[in-house]
């Protein structure tokens, strides 16, 4: 499985919602500031800012480049004129939208969309669609939209100040994950995910009328929403990959609506945003003629149709005609640009290579065609790349797709490469080469063919998982075609649609699109890199002059790849398992696993179910770990990225990749203290797949120099100099207070251990930990047919070395603090700072009872957090607190409680945390708080899925006696045994004021 990779942001995290899901992923070049959201947590952090190189010591930045070419190159150099869209085939034959989804317009304008979808199941999803974002701002002021957003929350006419919170929490909702907002450049969006009964779902659209029609905007409400909204800012914008998203946003946007509409807006812009700027603009937008409400779930279509017009109809303009917008088309990008991000936070150099267009307009097949055609472009210019890293001949460490597709109306994709500021030049001249490379000679069939199976393995576990749709996938579909009119096909429709016009694509059409984006947008090129390497950098001119001499170095055709097998391996014989038993006296819906056991001593577990339909989930577990490790232990921190990077047996990642074309599968590890471990999932078409990376990765694993040197690259510069990611520094400061600097598990070893890491210790630990399958246990949990994951079993893993010796982990944990232990960690660059608590307390046996309680203790203890720090002192933007029984390796429960903050004001509200946690212990919750908890999680309760299964078969394989798996199957019932008191003594014993850990971090000078 290739690694994460730290890159900005997806053009996907630009709709990221307030439940926090802020991931980056390798598509991406900026972070997700295109995007604000009301509540949830932030993983890493990321919005707007740049902070400027010292003149003094490079060239401005900000330059652009006075000529370039406009024509895609022949082999000569020449350029010849390709007119935009470059399709072979422009036929734009209209896509039918879904018959199933019920849509209608109320006398007010308010337009709907209904669809009935049993998948989870006794749920609605309630989306309010605004028709308006932060380009859509009506005077100098920016962030008001986002503002907006957040003070629907704050106070309405029928729910005032913060009585809808407590509304949404009595029906198990919660102010974060449950109740998700997003505003972004040119829309606002709201959503509710209710229970489906009658009286809660009718609240719920109840309170989507208030927010069109009813927020009341209370002037002191706005004062103290000031503090929150700035602590969003800090958490988006202060980071690396904040700073860079502003050069990304300044370099693509200047010039249309978007420019400076940056939707979080500025600092100063918040500490003075007044209610009536946000009045203003909510009369102007939130009218009934410029929204519309999505309903999906376990509704009665009919009924809801009558609701929503009983609900919304009566819903007025507040403003006199609606407003017209403006026009957000994009020019061509006839000139090449550059900018130069150095950044004090930044780990590593990165070069990025993107070809601007606008987007392609269309609501036929010819948009599909479009986009199927880039997909298919971009993941072969990647691949192409990949072999060169893998085979040690790219100037780079790393090859990934990028984007800078900010905003709908820009169509931006990017090659993104990690390298150093000695090779950034080279890096640079490479990815315009290939560019240019592409242009002269085209596509092959065989990169065609390994493209258009990777491209239709997407849609296929679409399409076989269509019974299983979520109710947000639809709604999603239904708030874009409201939005961008972008057309909602049935599942069957669309998976018709794709495979007939993937068919239908030729190297012709391949080469006709690149060429035609080569001829029209010009290179745009960021090289991010630490403030350190600025004078190791290309100068402006030489970027300049790189770019304008594309065409003119030599390039040659691309050698074709070696034969490769269809498969990585031929099925072994199969190995008849010992037993084959079930593990619960009773089947239970989705639940009812059985197991088998193998002369080898693989135990494999299977859990057959149609919760996902077309899916198949994976977790296999060892007992042993790092803690028996001895002498390489440096190596086992890395081990399982470096192994899952470099291939197996006799082919490199990038052959491998090549291989696995066409499949839909993922399988990574890692090793922590008393566990090695898989993970991973596989549609259920390619199971064999999975099971064939299996066992090459227990049987012929390799370790590749390449792998290392890419995780070198990403890793070292945070070892060196741990203040550059103050989250990597947090979790390092974490865990070596709790542990007492046991190196098995810090996050970040020193300089000295670090560069021990080498091919021959990963190979040690790896062939020492996987090598005997004996104690391992595999479970798989999913849409499967029994008899052929018996027959996979029996010859992938039956087959498997194993001497049926089941290791016992040594202890290496300390006791946990007995006073309260601070760490102060000074680390990021930027007006932000946070607080860790790490509450670790020793109990007899973990249980149902204890789970149930740890679940209601994490709902009611992040409440009471952002009650008091959020609503009331409007100090933080997302207090997060998690409590669970766990083993380590005895049984300890562990409390987690994380709250950011001004610099100057972290430490009282570290103080105002710990005030709480008293408060809790002495006198407990209030009533109404604790139902509001107790209700969340009995929600919750009411759900399964398959992570729950994979950690419940493996808990129970791994500690027979302290987790069975009928501890799980009791936690649903447990929970009736949680009361106010028994959370009031939870809190008590478990979270002691008097002996924790805790971390501050606050930002360099």
Known sequence: MRRALSVAVAASLLLAACSGDDTSTPDASADDTGTTTTNGTIDDGGSTEVTRPDDTDVDDPEVTSPTT???????????????????????????????DVVTGLLDNGIQYYIRENDNPGAKADLRLVVRAGSADELGPTTGVAHFAEHML???????????LIDVLRSFGASFGPDVNAYTSYDETVYSLVVPNDEQTVELGLTVLDEWLTATTFDPDQ????????????????????????????EMYLAGTPYEGRAPIGTSDAITGMEADVLVEYYDTWYRPDNVAVVVVGDIDVDDMEADIERVFGDAESRSDGRRERADRQFDTF??????????????????EVTLPLPRFESDGEASVRVDLIDEMISSILVRRLERDVAEGTAPFDDIAPGSNSIVPPLDAPALYAFTDADRAAATLTTLLDEYERTSRFGFTDAELVAARDDVAAFFRTRYEGRESTQDRVYADDYVEHFLRNAPYPSIDDEFEIVTRLLDDVTVDALDAR?????????PHVIISAPESAADDLPTDDEVFAAIESTGTRPVEPRDDLRELPDEPVERPDPVEPLSIQPMTDDGYAFFDPIELVYPNGVRVRLNPNDIVTGQIYLQASSPGGSSLVADDVVDSLYAADIVTTSGVAGFNQAELDQILSGTDVEVGAYIDPYTENFLGSVATSDTETMFQLLHLYMTAPRVDQVAINQLVAAERPVVADPSIDPAAAENDALVDTRYDDEPRYTVLPSVDA???????????????????????????SGDFDVDELVELSSSYLGSLPGTSTVEQPIDVSPPPPATIADADVVAGTGDTASVSMLFTSDVDGLGPELTAHADVVSSLVTARLTDV???????????????????DPEPVVETYVNVSGSPDRIGQIADLVTGELDDLATTGPSEGEFANAFAQVEEQYNFVDNGQFLDALINDALDPDGQPVTDYLATFFALADVTPSSVQAYVGEHMPTTAFVRVTVTPRA
Request: hydrophobic letters at 35%.
């Open 754 to 780: 670090f560069d021990t890491l080498d091919a021959a210790g990963v190979e040690r630990v790896w062939n020492e930990r996987y090598g005997d399958a004996g104690d391992w246990t595999f479970v798989f």
């Open 869 to 887: 720090l959020r609503e009331e002192f409007g100090d933080t933007y997302s207090p997060y607190a998690v409590s669970y029984a766990t083993t």
């Open 222 to 249: 706005v004062v103290a929403e000031r503090g929150v909204v700035l602590d969003e800012w800090r958490v988006r914008t202060q980071t690396a990959n904040g700073r860079l998203f502003e050069v990304a946003a």
């Open 514 to 522: 690149f060429d035609a984006r080569w001829a029209n947008a010009e």
């Open 153 to 163: 929350f704050n106070g309405t006419e029928q729910f005032p100040e913060n009585e």
């Open 334 to 351: 006839d000139e090449a640009a550059y900018r130069l991000h150095l950044d004090p936070d930044q780990r590593t150099v990165d070069v």
């Open 69 to 99: 070419t406009d024509a895609a190159t022949d082999a000569s150099g020449e350029h010849d004129d390709v007119e935009l869209p470059g399709l072979l085939d422009d036929s734009d034959a209209p896509i039918p939208n879904d018959d």
